[in-house]
């Protein structure tokens, strides 16, 4: 989940500017309800391109950094080896930069040929007629092996559609895990991390008693994705009705209201009311409370990995989700954060065979294990994990590895797909403010997630008035 100039850093600050995000989408789909002004055209009428005169594509991307790096790498890999097209990286800013530079471009008929949109975004873009062309068709269109079975679990049940179809590339996509300090863990006779809540939180008294006051912190601008969404489908609880919205627009509702979710948020106000949980807002990083040795475990995402390794002075290891005692499906699956590539419609007939060409190149084994071993990223195809798995690399990086076990533990369930719902940045605004409510004692858990829950049900009517048909 992360793009910014540090190599991890984009998860954390990701919620600056979701408001514009959650418009420029409603725009972006209200100005392209019609048909795309050039259509996808036949395979067999599109003759390949001029290799003396090479088709530019445009890829407009919020990596920068370390990760500009890397994904630089792959596209200059990628025109050393295809005289006939020439793919131009454009680094746009925020994911909600992106969005909006491809919203405003689009309207103004001068869109890149694939944009990468983030994935609270997908319900919106999915439900936007004329604004993309289906990866799939496009595959299909070229005949380039291309299956949803291609790609791991996680990666493939988030972004399909009801009908178990792409309609654009899982690329960059991670997981949360949990990172621990060994060190405090052993001083304070701890001898593995937790492996559900309650242990945890027997496990924050111990530590409380050693003098290691915090136990634990979560990623800061997403504690609603790891503790929300990611809790639902780990523990293999319902978040929405409806598939958690894969199945239907109108009349979804939230279910966060209910006890699983009211149970785990009370205990991490207890736990906060202690000192042995920090969480101070989605705009403040909470990456330094974990590696400056404040807090002694960390819900985050698994592309901090590097940072960590990078800021941490301590022996740490990384484990698996907490499950919620009780859960009797759980462990189940987590799905991935991060974003996709979508091709745009209404662009000249020549460049879309180009474009499929360099989505099937980026899906390849060589090109998932680079990006993997070289960003923290899980490699979103079967292909690329085997390879890496043949490399030794999980072998010599077993962190690395958590976050694929997650995502693949359990085959998906209707309900542990994804969340698949429209205005979903402005949902976990309602949520995010829920959350600090309880941990600041100011509601309880039960208070505050019955008020997210009716926000939440009042937006998702707002999305399905306007996008239900």
Known sequence: MSTTSTKWREPRHRFLGLIAVVTAIGVLASACSGTPKTTRP??????????????????????????????????????????????????????SQVLSDTMAAFRAHAAPNIS?????????????????????????????????????????????????QLDSLPFNSSTPVLYYNKTELSNAGISTPPTTWNQLRADAATLGAHGQKCALTSSGAYVMWTDLE?????????????????????????????????????????????????????????????????????????ADLSTIQAAAKFPFGVSELP???????????????????????????????????????????????????????????????????????????????????????????????GIRLGYLPEIRQVEASAIAAVLSGKQTAAQALAAAQSQGDSILAQFAAQYGG
């Open 42 to 95: 036949s395979a067999s009428t599109v003759p390949a391109p001029s290799t003396s005169h090479p088709v530019n594509l445009t890829v407009w991307t919020a990596f920068s950094g370390a990760l500009g790096a890397a994904f630089d790498t792959l596209v200059s890999r990628f025109n050393a080896a295809n005289t006939g097209y020439h793919v131009i990286a454009d680094y746009k800013g925020s994911y």
């Open 116 to 164: 990468q949109i983030f994935d609270a975004g997908t319900a919106t873009i999915m439900d936007a007629p004329g604004t993309y062309v289906p990866v799939h068709k496009l595959m299909a269109q070229y005949k380039l092996p291309f299956a949803t079975s291609d790609f791991i679990g996680g990666a493939a049940s988030y972004y399909e559609t009801s009908a178990d």
């Open 230 to 302: 990611q809790f639902a489908v780990w523990n293999g609880f319902p978040y929405a009705t409806d598939d958690n919205g894969y199945t239907a627009v109108k009349g979804v509702k939230l279910e966060i209201d209910t006890a699983p979710f009211i149970s785990h948020l009370a205990l991490l106000g207890e736990l906060a009311a202690k000192g042995g949980y920090i969480w101070n807002g989605v705009s403040t990083s909470t990456v330094p409370l974990f590696t400056n040795g404040t807090c002694a475990m960390y819900e985050q995402s698994s």
């Open 323 to 417: 499950i919620q005692n009780g859960a009797p499906d759980a462990p189940q699956n987590t799905v991935v954060g991060g974003a996709s590539l979508w091709v745009l419609s209404g662009a000249p007939a020549v460049t879309y065979r180009g474009d499929a060409e360099f989505l099937h190149f980026l899906m390849s084994a060589q090109s998932q294990a680079y990006w993997a071993s070289h960003t923290g990223y899980v490699p979103v195809t079967t292909a690329g994990s085997a390879l890496l798995e043949s490399q030794n690399f999980y072998a010599t990086h077993p962190n690395d590895l958590v976050a694929v076990k997650e995502l693949n533990n359990k085959a998906p369930t209707p309900f542990t797909r």
